[in-house]
């Protein structure tokens, strides 16, 4: 099966950083990946799909890449709001196995 | 707008069994895959098992492979995770997801605890 490996495991920035998450799989597998915003205490929200495709309602800063076996989750100005916990998830063929997650703060 | 309400879970002693159902609205149910996706306290989420909107792809996670049986009611709206031969490291709150392979909507989630 593949892994999905997100790096960091926590990060720390401040309001208008630019910040960047990366997920790596063990094995390509086109652009099937998405990334779960999850805030604490609450359910988690698909962000993006595709590897780079906006959900509805989302915010512009939030952006995503990536192809093959790297892919990457940018906010280009971060906000108080943005204090979560991010997954990516792999969505080529089952099992739809989830990062570790990312935590991010607030510097 | 789309609501996705777990129930079922509880305190349950390892080896026994629990059946976890989500009752789904506001779309058109038996036009979309449904998952069951869970995390542990304090920990990341783990995919456990998705099924297609007939029935006719089901899959599972290796860590509960022969010991849960998902399946849904179109005519109910209502998917359902039967869980046996639970253990302690079953442990978790279980969410309901739509979507055929991307989840678009989570339920609030229903836990289970596993313990003597």
């Known amino acids: 099966d593949i892994q999905m490996t997100q790096s960091p495991s926590s990060l720390s920035a401040s309001v208008g950083d630019r910040v960047t998450i990366t997920c790596r799989a063990s094995?390509?597998?086109?652009?099937?990946l998405a990334w779960y915003q999850q805030k604490p205490g609450k359910v988690p929200k698909l962000l993006i799909y595709?590897?780079?495709t906006l959900q509805s309602g989302v915010p512009s800063r939030f952006s995503g890449s990536g192809s093959g076996t790297d892919f990457t989750l940018t906010i280009s100005s971060l906000q108080p709001e943005d204090v979560a916990t991010y997954y990516c998830?792999?969505?080529?063929?089952?099992?739809?196995?989830f990062g570790q997650g990312t935590k991010l703060q607030i510097k | 707008e789309v609501q996705l309400v777990e129930s079922g879970g509880g305190l349950v002693q390892p080896g026994r069994s629990l059946r976890l159902s989500c009752a789904a609205s506001?779309?058109?149910?038996?036009?979309?895959?449904m998952h069951w996706v869970r995390q542990a306290p304090g920990k990341g989420l783990e995919w456990v098992s998705g099924?297609?909107?007939?029935?006719?792809?089901?899959d599972y996670a290796d860590s509960v492979k022969g010991r849960f049986t998902i399946s849904r009611d179109n005519a109910k709206n209502s998917l359902y995770l039967q869980m046996d031969s639970l253990r302690a490291a079953d442990t978790a709150l279980y969410y309901c997801?739509?979507?055929?392979?991307?989840?678009?909507?989570w339920g609030q989630g229903t836990l289970v605890t596993v313990s003597s």
């Open positions: 506001g779309f058109t149910f038996d036009d979309y895959g």
């Open positions: 595709a590897a780079s």
């Open positions: 997801a739509k979507g055929d392979r991307v989840l678009d909507y």
């Open positions: 998830q792999k969505y080529n063929s089952a099992p739809y196995t």
């Open positions: 094995q390509g597998f086109s652009n099937y």
């Open positions: 099924i297609s909107w007939n029935s006719g792809s089901i």
